[in-house]
């Protein structure tokens, strides 16, 4: 699914009024009654609705609301911002005044702003997509009032939380904190990020019918992934298949203390379809390798405690794919054999934890990565490989640009995951739990990833799917398990089910 700037959004809007072709008022209309059904979905006429209007048209959908909610036996009130209103937020006062006399109310000052009844419900349309800078004054005396209120009332934001902006960081401003956030047609940019995480509840995404043509032909930036996406990349197995077929992947993993970061990798790997999976461990790994996955050849290190001779021996013939890093160790002589295997191994390669951070030791190995590999950075290694910025908004662009400068694929893990391409586009992941932020659980990821470049899917389609499955099983496995009970392990174990199910 795309996510559109909000300016896309608004040409968006624009290209739907002039080719379905629709009034903008009756477009306004159609988008409050989406909002209007999902209230009456959720919430019974026994609540008061309290509806805080902007001058704009997110004002003006919340006047169409109050409207559509008295016509169906809700009691609802607009306390509206005077001033310059848009023209089909003047409509809508109209129409409302016409067939519900005395439902507009002034909002001038804080003061004015209504007491909620018990079990009153707040509905935010005082500002969306067309916030034009951060709010200030009086107004976001408005927002904290909302704000203070949220502990006992719920709060409703009608397409974005107002003080939100769509595109850019809302850090340090004023912003409402919404329990549900209804967005029109698409998510927005904003929701994506982790430092917006306290703004948008819930979110809802709500079809206003947008012109098709509009939302397939125009080109976006971002993406969220979704079960669409991930068929269109699946690919099934072929019945005259062997185990040639789907590739030998290597993992190169694990040190003394650290041998099951490469059993999980190992293991997930063989649960995510490579043909062969052979591990590369020191030799303190051997017998734990053996004995824990007997489905996995294991190669061990001349060195008994951490690999630093896995360069040797390794070319593309033999394997096709590899993936370095999970507990791996950041020993010198490790680093030296990574140099040597990055000058030496052609193919797209899964670079992760430990091999992650003795590249951001000795920041050119960055550019001896052979292109089209993928980087699994969490947050911190993302910091020591890339640097810090100022918020994150900063750090999409940052990844996107180190992306396309390097010619690699890197997944910052988060939330929403995000994948950057060195095309420039970035895809945001919405599978995935809290509970998965345990030991491990990276691991996983590696060996699944890696399973997918040895089965022959291309960079780009290795990476998605390969996230998307790996969230979808810790879904499953946190349905099963509780999110604080599930371990790495159980990821692994819910994998065959997230093909089955997720696919
Ligand atoms: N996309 C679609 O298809 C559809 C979109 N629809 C809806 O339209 C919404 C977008 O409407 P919009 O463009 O009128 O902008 P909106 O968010 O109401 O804000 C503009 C108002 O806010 C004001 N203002 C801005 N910043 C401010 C600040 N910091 N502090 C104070 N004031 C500030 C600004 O005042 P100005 O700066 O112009 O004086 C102006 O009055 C969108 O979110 C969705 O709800 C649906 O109706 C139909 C389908
Ligand atoms: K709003």
Request: hydrophobic content about 40%.
């Amino acid at each position: 699914m795309k996510i559109f700037s909000a300016a896309q959004i608004r040409e968006a809007d624009a290209y739907t009024i002039q080719h379905e072709p629709i009034s903008s008022v009756d477009l306004m209309e159609r988008a409050a009654a989406a909002c209007t059904g999902w209230i009456e979905d959720h919430f019974p006429p026994a609540h008061p609705v309290y509806i805080i209007c902007g001058k704009g048209n997110n004002g003006g959908d919340g006047l169409a609301i109050v409207r559509q909610l008295l016509e169906k036996g809700y009691e609802a009130n607009a306390w509206l911002l005077t001033g310059n209103a848009s023209a089909d937020n003047l409509a809508n006062q109209a129409r409302l005044e016409q067939r519900f006399p005395g439902h507009i109310h002034p909002l001038n000052d804080v003061q004015e702003f209504p007491a909620i009844a018990a079990d009153g419900i707040i509905i935010d349309a005082l500002f969306g997509t067309g916030l034009n800078k951060p709010v200030e004054g009086w107004l976001a005396g408005v927002i904290h009032r909302i704000n203070d209120l949220r502990t006992r009332h719920t709060v409703i934001a009608i397409d974005m939380p107002s003080g939100l902006q769509a595109d850019s960081s809302s850090l340090h401003t004023p912003v409402v904190q919404a329990h549900y956030t209804l967005s029109f047609e698409t998510y927005k940019l904003a929701f994506m990020l982790p430092e917006n995480a306290v703004f948008g509840g819930e979110i809802h995404v709500l079809p206003i019918g947008l012109h098709p043509d509009f939302l397939t032909q125009t080109p976006a930036r971002f993406h969220l992934t979704d079960q669409e996406t991930i068929r269109t990349i699946y690919q099934p197995r072929n019945p005259f298949g062997h185990k040639g077929t789907y590739g030998h992947a290597l993992l190169i993993a694990g040190s003394y203390g650290k041998i099951g970061a490469a059993l999980l990798a190992t293991r997930a790997c063989l649960r995510a379809g490579a043909g062969l999976v052979s591990a590369h461990v020191p030799g303190c790994g051997y017998e734990i390798m053996q004995l824990g996955e007997p489905a996995a050849m294991c190669v061990t290190d001349a060195d008994m405690q951490h690999s630093t001779h896995f360069h040797l021996d390794i070319n593309e013939a033999k394997y096709n794919s590899i993936g370095i890093g999970p507990g791996l160790g950041t020993h010198q002589q490790t680093a030296l054999a990574l140099e040597k295997l990055l000058d030496n191994y052609p193919l797209p390669m899964v670079l992760d934890a430990d091999a992650l951070n003795i590249i951001s030791v000795y920041p050119y190995l960055l550019y001896k990565i052979p292109k089209g590999s993928l980087l699994t950075p969490h947050p911190k290694e993302f910091e020591r490989l890339f640097g810090a910025t100022a918020n994150q908004f900063e750090r999409l662009d940052l990844l996107s640009r180190k992306s396309v400068e390097t010619g690699l694929y890197i997944l910052l893990k988060g939330r929403y995951s995000t994948i950057a391409c060195p095309d420039g586009s970035l895809y945001f992941n919405p599978t995935g739990n809290a509970g998965m932020a345990t030991g491990g659980s990276g691991d996983v990821l590696t060996g699944i990833l890696t399973a997918m470049l040895a089965q022959g899917y291309t960079p780009k389609a290795a990476i998605i799917l390969g996230v998307w499955l790996h969230g979808y099983a810790g879904d499953l496995a946190a349905a099963r398990l509780s999110q604080e009970a599930m371990t790495a392990g159980d990821i692994i174990h819910h994998l065959g089910d997230a093909f089955l199910q997720g696919i």
